[in-house]
């Protein structure tokens, strides 16, 4: 069984910083990309960044230049380092890999449960 555990988030005030985790367990054989999401109530789910298991990075337009995605393939884990934060990027941040949980069967994609992010005015 394949889980991800999004950890991190909490309240914090406009213009500063929040590192959010997101751990992968269980029967692993690789992961591939690994993507961050966000929701904000009333909205849909929005990618925040995604990162491939070489490193390449994406990120949102509204995240550009603020948020850093990385990645600790030794331990199955992404961060998302967010800085100057935002009052609208009050969001559920959501965790999402393929994985595989050996080497003869296709990619799964596996989402966490999400973790509660709000930034005060």
């Known amino acids: 069984q394949v889980q991800l555990v999004e950890s991190g988030g909490d309240l914090v005030q406009a213009g500063g910083s929040l590192i959010l985790s997101c751990v992968a367990s269980g029967s692993i054989f690789a992961i591939n990309n690994m993507w961050l999401y966000r929701q904000a109530p009333g909205k849909q789910r929005a990618l925040v960044a995604?990162?491939?298991?070489?490193?390449?990075?994406n990120y949102g337009d509204s995240v550009k230049g603020r948020f850093t995605i990385s990645r600790d393939n030794a331990k199955n884990t992404v961060y998302l380092q967010m800085n100057s934060v935002k009052p609208e990027d009050t969001a559920v941040y959501y965790c999402?890999?393929?994985?595989?949980?050996?080497?003869?069967?296709?990619?799964?994609?596996?989402w966490g449960q999400g973790t509660q992010v709000t930034v005060s005015s």
């Open positions: 995604s990162i491939s298991s070489g490193g390449s990075t």
């Open positions: 999402n890999a393929n994985i595989r949980i050996d080497s003869s069967t296709r990619w799964y994609s596996y």
